[in-house]
């Protein structure tokens, strides 16, 4: 792929997900089927607008189906999955629409809390998106009105799964088919710091003492819809919590409100400020901390900790009738270790929220700030 982002003076070849992989080997075996003839390259625009042409390897014809691969390609941020074969075999069927299943080396997930439901294959809701969108095209331009059935599969993804979260998410027997944007787009951590300590620098020479820190999209999106205070004061900081709580005084600022997801802030509680899921992760034994401080039964704080995600524990605490008391808690914590990492001389603050169950809760200096 012939695509660059440039970081911290570095040009880096950007890649594509399994997602775009999976998308583009449907759409090739589709066509091939169609046409009867072998294709060597198949194009795709991916949901983020990139149009891609992509190579077609290890072609295998069967008496009504068609078996194609796209070769995965991180670019320079590879994963584990860089370079394996992402395959797709097409066949006819009776049934009106498109049926999207995974084979060999595609996990299935076992555990609810997940995007898609226990049973079902780990391809995400975007990618089951972009096949079903690249083959309805191949079957406009064929005129083909009959049923499809796709599966994808790819050798080599049981023996990478070890290397992945998944067997840890309840998803057994492979890789996850993953990808929003379609495009794998490189940044080293120091390339993000550094953009974040600029991105910080600006806002401050705007003026004012004032800054919001979000770790990403969900926050953004969560603060413009119901939120008081104005985007425009917000900067991301991904996963890099503490060392942006650091640049922020250091360029400046002395009021400090961080908005975030409880999957990111509910680490805070545990003073982990890198919320990045390699470096630490300690979600559910915080949440049943905090749910033990709040005097719930023992036997609840202990579902909490088999849970999957925290939406799904904080389904659990809202059914029980405790939710209130266990994200006061929580907040609690926050508070203390963002208190800790900012000093004495700085006003810091967080908001909690679900993007399921709204807004979960304000540590005490952000219910501050709201009514300043």
């Known amino acids: 792929m012939e695509q660059f982002v440039y970081r911290n003076k570095k040009k880096l070849r950007c890649g594509y997900t399994t997602g775009s992989c999976a998308a583009a080997a449907a759409k090739a075996a589709a066509i091939m089927l169609f046409k009867g003839e072998s294709i060597d390259t198949v194009d795709l625009v991916t949901p983020g607008g990139t149009a891609l042409r992509l190579d077609v390897e290890e072609i295998e014809r069967g008496q009504d189906s068609l078996s194609c691969a796209v070769r995965k390609d991180g670019g320079d941020d590879a994963d584990v999955t860089d370079g394996i074969l992402i395959h797709a075999t097409l066949q006819f069927q009776k049934k009106q629409g498109i049926e999207i299943e995974g084979g060999e080396g595609i996990g299935r997930v076992t555990r609810p809390g997940l995007e898609q439901a226990p049973g079902s294959a780990a391809i995400n809701s975007v990618p089951r998106r972009m096949i079903r969108e690249a083959l309805l095209e191949v079957c406009d331009t064929f005129g083909y009105e009959g049923g499809l059935k796709v599966m994808i599969w790819t050798p080599e993804g049981v023996r990478i799964a070890e290397k992945t979260f998944n067997p840890d998410l309840g ?106 899921s390699r470096n630490a992760d300690g979600r559910m034994e915080v ?48 508070q203390k270790h963002l208190d800790r990492r900012a000093g004495k001389d700085v006003q810091i603050g967080a908001v909690v929220f679900s993007n399921e169950f709204g807004l979960l809760g304000m540590t005490e200096q952000a219910q501050k700030m709201e009514r300043e």
């Open 287 to 334: 949440l049943s901390a905090c749910a033990l401080e709040a005097c719930v039964p023992t036997e609840l704080a202990c579902r909490i900790l088999n849970c999957i995600t925290t939406d799904e524990a904080v389904g659990i605490l809202q059914e029980a009738g405790v939710l209130p008391q266990v994200m006061e808690r929580l907040c609690v914590r926050i």
């Open 171 to 276: 998803i057994k027997g492979g890789i996850s088919i993953l990808g929003t944007s379609g495009i794998v787009e490189p940044m080293s951590e120091k390339a993000l710091t550094d953009t974040i300590r600029l991105d910080l620098k600006m806002h401050r020479v705007r003026g004012g003492e004032f800054v919001i820190l979000i770790p990403g999209n969900y926050g953004m999106n969560y603060m413009r819809d119901h939120l008081p205070w104005n985007v425009e004061d917000a900067v991301k900081c991904s996963n890099f919590i503490g060392e942006a709580i650091d640049m922020a005084w250091e360029v400046g600022f002395r009021r400090i409100l961080l908005i975030g997801h409880i999957g990111k802030l509910v680490k805070l509680g545990a003073g982990i400020m890198n919320t990045h």
